[in-house]
């Protein structure tokens, strides 16, 4: 099944003789990197937006993964804080910041002489409200996963068969998802979320998010790491985040649920 969806991404990719493709490091644009670059070569370009919401760690593992492909990589620096809209943090948010995205997109296919933008938009993501698909279908981006009919399962199981070091990596959004709409995006936010996450992923801590709430930081684990987040561990991080300015760190002992930083959930405080 997952060879004959590979053969479909093939084909449906092949059949352009250029193509950029939106490179955010996630196991699904990878896929599509990969199989891209299978397919035509030194005509194909991996393009990442660089900003604030893009943890240090995540800009350096796209650098790594398009190295280990071979593909040609450009990282872009990246202003949707600069957009009154984003910074505002409504509920379209993301429309917004794909809307830079795809612009930057444009701007280098352009450039580049490039046929299309692809994207790694899967059938599962059709279940959620992402308006962020509004900014890909205004700037004409092909999903050829969805067009082949890959599930997150299908991407996990091809990106393994064709040896991506990522196929398992656990979803990880930007940082701005951490913050409840409504409450304004600020470097300073932003880069106060990505140390407490830090803290923890240094520790080898694998799915991990640091609601941030004013003064308050929520902790959210993966239901195999909550389990080993014993009392040392709790400490220091208590520590390293009050040191970075909040007044209060409570861990959800529901573990990580995705949109949680919209969500009031019963909470184990300190």
Not at 38 to 54: E, G, N
Not at 100 to 126: F, H, N, S
Not at 212 to 235: C, K, P, Q, V, Y
Request: net charge negative; hydrophobic share 40%; aromatic share 6%.
């Amino acid at each position: 099944m997952v060879a004959h969806k590979l053969d479909a991404l093939g084909t449906a990719i092949a059949r352009y003789d250029s193509a950029l493709v939106a490179f955010s490091g996630g196991v699904d644009s990878t896929l599509v990197l990969k199989v891209a670059y299978d397919m035509l070569r030194d005509h194909v370009v991996a393009v990442t937006a660089v900003s604030a919401s893009l943890s240090e760690r995540e800009r350096k593992a796209t650098l790594d993964l398009a190295a280990s492909i071979g593909a040609t990589h450009l990282s872009v620096d990246s202003n949707e804080l600069n957009d009154p809209n984003y910074a505002a943090n409504p509920t379209n948010r993301c429309y917004f910041c794909k809307s830079e995205l795809y612009d930057i997109c444009a701007k280098v296919a352009r450039e580049r002489g490039l046929a299309v933008t692809l994207d790694g938009l899967i059938t599962d993501d059709l279940d959620d409200d992402r308006p962020g698909r509004k900014a890909a279908a205004e700037h004409r981006v092909v999903s050829p996963l969805l067009d082949a009919g890959f599930t997150k399962d299908d991407v996990r199981a091809a990106a393994r068969a064709l040896g991506l070091p990522n196929w398992d990596k656990p979803a990880t959004p930007c940082l701005s998802s951490r913050v409840p709409h409504g409450r304004a995006i600020t470097l300073a936010l932003l880069r106060e979320i990505e140390l407490c996450e830090e803290f923890l992923r240094d520790r080898g801590f694998g799915v991990v998010r640091v609601r941030h709430l004013g003064d308050t930081a929520r902790l959210e684990l993966g239901t195999s790491d909550l389990a080993r987040f014993d009392s040392e561990t709790r400490t220091a991080f208590e520590r390293h985040a009050t040191s970075l300015g909040f007044a209060k760190i409570i861990v959800d002992e529901n573990g990580y649920q995705r949109g949680g930083a919209d969500l009031s959930l019963p909470v184990i405080a300190n």
